[in-house]
């Protein structure tokens, strides 16, 4: 299926004394590239993740590592989305290093979110807007 | 059973412009209490994390949120440590507000993250030190 | 004169691949001091930084490093402020190794960050609040 | 003169509770401006900035904001790099929103760091490597 992709490198600031990514960066780094989806979506991040009426918090999130990530290192991250109810949606995240193409490439890590639509405040669930229904369909 | 307990108040840079704890911050979080244990079995935090020999890298991590934290919280993290075989162990992170108390209390996140110990140069996994065996048995 | 001193332990997470401190992890290990010692004076940390009202934003930063620090390090942060118009303050910042003491010690890192007062929705500078002349007064 | 010119949007993870990027965030944002200022000279960041012969530390570093940065703004850095003396030198930079263009374009924020060459297993300073000499030659 479609996938967004979206290409990063490793920051020093990713990295922690063991010489690699810190675990919890990459989790950030997966984020990021929600954002820029969204963004490519047309969604305006500014107001979206303000949350002055509504928001949309993570409620759960996990990843698992393969292969350590270095600083300089060219990754691409995919993501896919998918609607879990019609007030909850999640999204799966492969990072690969850009070097690795074809049928051949494993995946560096991957890392899937849960998000929750909610009245920013009440905090009850509501209903995902039509522009994140939008953006869940191409994603 | 026996669990190490730290306490932490939620600081302005582990928010986000949602005005609440950034999802990835609160593992970081939760790692921090992992190191607390770390050293208060003894362990040198310095030599430990730069992996000079041996290194125990995070293998995967998750997190479930409950309830949002707010800049100024004051927090405990319960950490818990299981073997999972000769060479990796778990950790348990149930978060909760400093102000809850007694038996009512829910938590406000709870995490896990999996460690796999490995030769630092090789990057194969290595049984656990007798250090380490020591932490696992006391937390 | 008098000083807020705050305790703090070199996290994992502050560190990178170099295995020090990065250096901007350094002025956010001064700002937790800065949070503390308005916690210590009674101000509400979650909204005085939330900027309902009146937000008091940095207009300026700067930090000179002597010695690197380490994973696992304790360190005393001492914090000085003084008012510097009727809208706004600085601080200074100072960082030690706990393991020092006496006169002979020698700071790790010295630092400083101007504040500026301003109203949160036209961000035109207005006075400080009574809480911060206050703050400032005794730190 | 030439400047190195680095385009970068503002992600979810860069702010705080006060809705705009967290000051110490702002200088993590020029390193990465100086990192792939470094990686477009050639230099690998994977072994530079893992320190294993000679490490460049930041000695200083200071910064002053003009306007906030919001989560999804698109920015510019510019870098310029000076020699100080034959072990240091310095990196300014000025952030720019993207949107804005021609001769009447005011900074958001302007940065300088200072960087000193030295070994690291004695952190006694070290003559810059002709690679980075180059590099400064051309920034």
């Known amino acids: 299926m479609r996938n967004f992709v979206c290409d990063r490198v490793i920051n020093f600031r990713d990295t922690d004394a063991a010489g690699v990514v810190y675990f919890a960066n990459a989790l950030a780094i997966c984020h990021e590239a929600y954002e ?13 993740f303000s949350g002055d009426v509504i ?35 999640q999204v799966a995240y492969q990072i690969f ?9 494993k995946a560096i890590a991957i890392a899937q979110t ?7 405040s009440t905090r009850k669930k509501v209903p995902l807007s039509p522009e994140l229904l939008k953006w869940i369909e191409f994603n």
């Open 36 to 48: 820029a989806s969204l963004a490519a979506s047309g969604i305006v991040l500014k107001s979206f």
């Open 55 to 89: 928001a949309v918090p993570i409620a759960s999130a996990k990843i698992d590592f393969f292969k350590p990530m270095f600083c300089g290192d060219r990754i691409k991250i995919l993501l896919d989305s998918s609607l879990l109810s019609s007030d909850s949606f």
């Open 97 to 105: 290093f850009a070097r690795d193409a074809g049928e051949d490439k």
């Open 114 to 120: 849960k998000h929750v639509c909610i009245d920013s």
